[in-house]
């Protein structure tokens, strides 16, 4: 059983800048793709980044595409999303994932999910 605890959310202007992390326990973390998916209110939940066990392969969604950078460190069993130049289309409850195999858009794909983590964006 895996649990993911995110962190690192908050309130921040637009064009500023939010590093979330997502810390892993109860598995072992590089078996993983790891995701970051995020939900606005009325809206589906969307992935917006994916990195497999290895690092070695990511993937972005459009709208976030050289704005966000999605890494992990496997000694810390932690994966991040960097995200710069935000826009308040970007406030949503951001959400950690895991999932052996490779990096998919389905949510029910992922076995574990973290509780979520607010990013507001400011206009």
């Known amino acids: 059983q895996v649990q993911l605890v995110e962190s690192g959310g908050g309130l921040v202007q ?3 800048s939010l590093k ?3 810390a892993a326990s109860g598995g072992t973390f590089s078996n993983y793709a790891m995701a970051w998916f995020r939900q606005a209110p009325g809206k ?3 992935l917006v980044a994916g990195i497999i066990g290895s690092g070695g392969g990511t993937y972005y969604a459009a709208s976030v595409k050289g704005r966000f950078t ?5 000694a810390k069993n932690t994966v991040y999303l960097q995200m710069i130049s ?11 994932a895991a999932r052996l195999g490779l990096i998919v858009p389905m949510t029910y794909e992922y076995n574990y999910w973290g509780q979520g ?3 507001t964006v400011s206009s």
């Open 86 to 96: 935000l826009k308040p289309e970007d406030t949503a409850v951001y959400y950690c």
């Open 44 to 46: 589906e939940r969307e």
């Open 117 to 119: 983590t607010q990013v």
């Open 20 to 22: 979330l992390s997502c």
């Open 14 to 16: 637009a064009g500023g």
């Open 70 to 74: 999605i890494s992990r460190d496997n």
